[in-house]
C-alpha cells in the first residue's frame, strides 16, 4: 500500500512561484511511477507532468512546458513540482498520483493508469 502527502500549494500572484512536495510511504519513489494531475472547478483532471519510476524520464502537459519541472529526491522519498510563472488559468487542486506499473508516456498522461492518489492541494494565481 502507498500512501502520498502532497503540500506546498497556496495563494499567488500571476507570475509568481510555488512548489508542490509529494511524500511517499510505503514504497521507494524510485520504484513508482508518479505524476501530477490538476482540476478545476467544473472541469476533468488533466495530466501535469509525470516521471516514470527508476529511469526518471519526465513528461509534461503542452500548456505547463518551460514553466513546471517535476523532479524526484530518492533521499526525501519526495517528488516535487516546481511551477514558475504561473497563471490564473493554473489554478486548481493539483493532485499526486502513483503506480507501481512500468507506464509508456502515452499511460502517463491517462488518470485511470494510477492506483494511487494523494488528498489534494489548492493552488491559485491571482491575477
Known amino acids: 500500500q502507498v500512501q502520498l502527502l502532497e503540500s506546498g500549494g497556496g495563494l499567488v500572484q500571476a507570475g509568481g512561484s510555488l512548489r508542490l512536495s509529494c511524500a511517499a510511504s510505503?514504497?521507494?519513489?524510485?520504484?513508482?511511477?508518479m505524476a501530477w494531475f490538476r482540476q478545476a472547478p467544473g472541469k476533468e483532471r488533466e495530466f501535469v507532468a509525470g516521471?516514470?519510476?527508476?529511469?526518471?524520464?519526465?513528461s509534461y502537459a503542452n500548456s505547463v512546458k518551460g514553466r513546471f519541472t517535476v523532479s524526484r529526491d530518492n533521499a526525501r522519498n519526495t517528488v516535487y513540482l516546481q511551477m514558475n510563472s504561473l497563471k490564473p488559468e493554473d489554478t486548481a487542486v493539483y493532485y499526486c498520483?502513483?503506480?507501481?506499473?512500468?507506464?509508456?508516456?502515452?499511460?502517463?498522461?491517462?488518470?485511470?493508469?494510477?492506483?494511487?492518489w494523494g488528498q489534494g492541494t489548492q493552488v491559485t494565481a491571482s491575477s
Open positions: 498520483a502513483a503506480d507501481t506499473g512500468s507506464l509508456i508516456t502515452s499511460e502517463m498522461w491517462r488518470a485511470n493508469a494510477y492506483e494511487y
Open positions: 510505503g514504497r521507494t519513489v524510485n520504484g513508482l511511477t
Open positions: 516521471i516514470k519510476r527508476s529511469v526518471g524520464m519526465t
